[in-house]
């Protein structure tokens, strides 16, 4: 029998990427990126979101990357209507995929590679390709939901990323992974996943404990914060948490609370030695990845 705390550590140790994984997601994202390097001018491409961050739990879906286009691109849209730019990469890319696997999103033109697979592992499930504009001191992407263009710095989040990690003695972004996995679980009462990343930035502080601890502690501290407007960490752009209705905020209050509640039970049982009771409660919690041997 695996101790609770064994069983957290092959939990972090199967939220990382394979070699598979690797590999496929590189083949992937440099496949888009030749793909709109061909029809835009590009200045540079970077992988940003989670993936870019390093917190992208399994399964692959919705790797970034962000095309820094050239002034010829600025010139023929930026005075258009944002939609009209992610249309236009979405046309790029279905000249390779087709008409059905290639979706226009709010931000960017979304390639779905395994649109109904039922075998998600080692997979990349679809890539987001985002259009951009270089503002020097930030950037600049269209938002169709808006209808305007909204500064954004993806850099400056995978810096305070790298930053928060380090304070925590590389345990911040294996704690951001599980309690993403725990959303995705969860039927992801909590949207979009980034805005995990940013209450747990201010929710999760040093000296950390144990991993059992601390995502009980993200659940009854999220459950206090998840109805505040969370804005954009690099301080553009409309609030993180701006899909969060009312609604959606009282079915993640109910979620949160249901995994609190369990998550105090489950730590209480590794304190009583009970490991096996804790164990399999925390796979309940938590979901499929999570070990019980």
Same mark, same amino acid.
């Given at each position: 029998?695996? &101790? /609770?705390?064994?069983a957290?550590? %092959?939990f972090?140790?199967?939220?990382?990427?394979?070699? /598979?994984?690797?590999?496929?997601?590189?083949?992937r994202?440099?496949?888009v990126?030749?793909?709109?390097?061909t029809?835009?001018?590009?200045?540079?491409?970077?992988?940003?979101?989670?993936?870019?961050?390093? /917190? %992208?739990?399994?399964?692959?879906?919705?790797?970034?990357?962000?095309? *820094?286009?050239?002034?010829?691109?600025?010139?023929k #849209?930026?005075?258009?209507?944002?939609?009209?730019?992610?249309?236009?990469?979405?046309? $790029?890319?279905? !000249?390779?995929?087709?008409?059905?696997?290639?979706?226009?999103?709010?931000?960017?033109?979304?390639?779905?590679f395994? !649109? +109904? &697979?039922?075998?998600?592992?080692? %997979?990349?499930?679809?890539?987001?390709?985002v259009?951009?504009?270089?503002?020097?001191?930030?950037?600049?992407?269209?938002? =169709?939901?808006?209808?305007?263009?909204?500064?954004?710095?993806?850099?400056?989040?995978?810096?305070?990323?790298t +930053?928060?990690?380090?304070?925590?003695g590389?345990?911040?972004?294996?704690?951001?992974?599980?309690? %993403?996995?725990? +959303?995705?679980s969860?039927? !992801?009462? *909590?949207?979009?996943?980034?805005?995990?990343?940013?209450?747990?930035?201010?929710?999760?502080?040093?000296?950390? $404990?144990? #991993?059992?601890?601390?995502?009980?502690?993200?659940?009854a501290?999220?459950?206090?914060? *998840?109805?505040?407007?969370?804005?954009?960490?690099?301080? #553009?752009?409309?609030?993180?948490?701006?899909?969060? /209705?009312?609604?959606?905020?009282?079915?993640?209050?109910q979620?949160?609370?249901?995994?609190?509640?369990?998550?105090?039970?489950?730590v209480?049982?590794?304190?009583q030695? =009970?490991?096996?009771?804790?164990i399999a409660?925390?796979?309940?919690?938590?979901?499929?990845?999570f070990? $019980?041997?």
């Amino acid at each position: 029998m695996i &101790t /609770t705390q064994e069983a957290f550590e %092959k939990f972090r140790q199967r939220l990382e990427l394979s070699e /598979t994984e690797r590999k496929n997601t590189i083949k992937r994202h440099e496949e888009v990126r030749d793909l709109i390097r061909t029809d835009f001018a590009v200045d540079r491409d970077i992988l940003t979101g989670s993936y870019g961050r390093h /917190t %992208k739990t399994k399964p692959l879906k919705d790797v970034d990357v962000f095309f *820094i286009l050239g002034q010829k691109e600025k010139d023929k #849209y930026r005075q258009k209507a944002p939609s009209e730019l992610i249309d236009a990469f979405v046309k $790029t890319l279905r !000249k390779k995929y087709g008409q059905d696997a290639v979706e226009p999103g709010r931000r960017c033109a979304t390639v779905e590679f395994e !649109k +109904n &697979t039922q075998d998600e592992e080692g %997979k990349v499930l679809s890539i987001d390709a985002v259009p951009a504009f270089d503002l020097g001191d930030c950037y600049e992407i269209p938002d =169709r939901h808006l209808g305007k263009w909204v500064k954004t710095d993806p850099e400056v989040h995978a810096e305070q990323a790298t +930053n928060k990690n380090k304070e925590l003695g590389g345990k911040w972004v294996p704690l951001v992974k599980m309690v %993403k996995r725990w +959303n995705r679980s969860a039927e !992801k009462p *909590i949207k979009p996943s980034f805005l995990i990343e940013v209450m747990m930035q201010e929710l999760v502080d040093a000296p950390f $404990t144990t #991993y059992p601890s601390e995502v009980r502690r993200f659940f009854a501290a999220a459950l206090d914060g *998840i109805g505040r407007a969370w804005p954009d960490p690099a301080g #553009y752009g409309p609030p993180v948490s701006d899909q969060m /209705t009312s609604q959606l905020i009282a079915e993640a209050k109910q979620r949160l609370r249901e995994a609190e509640i369990k998550a105090a039970i489950a730590v209480r049982y590794e304190e009583q030695g =009970r490991q096996g009771d804790a164990i399999a409660l925390w796979r309940e919690i938590m979901g499929r990845y999570f070990p $019980t041997s």
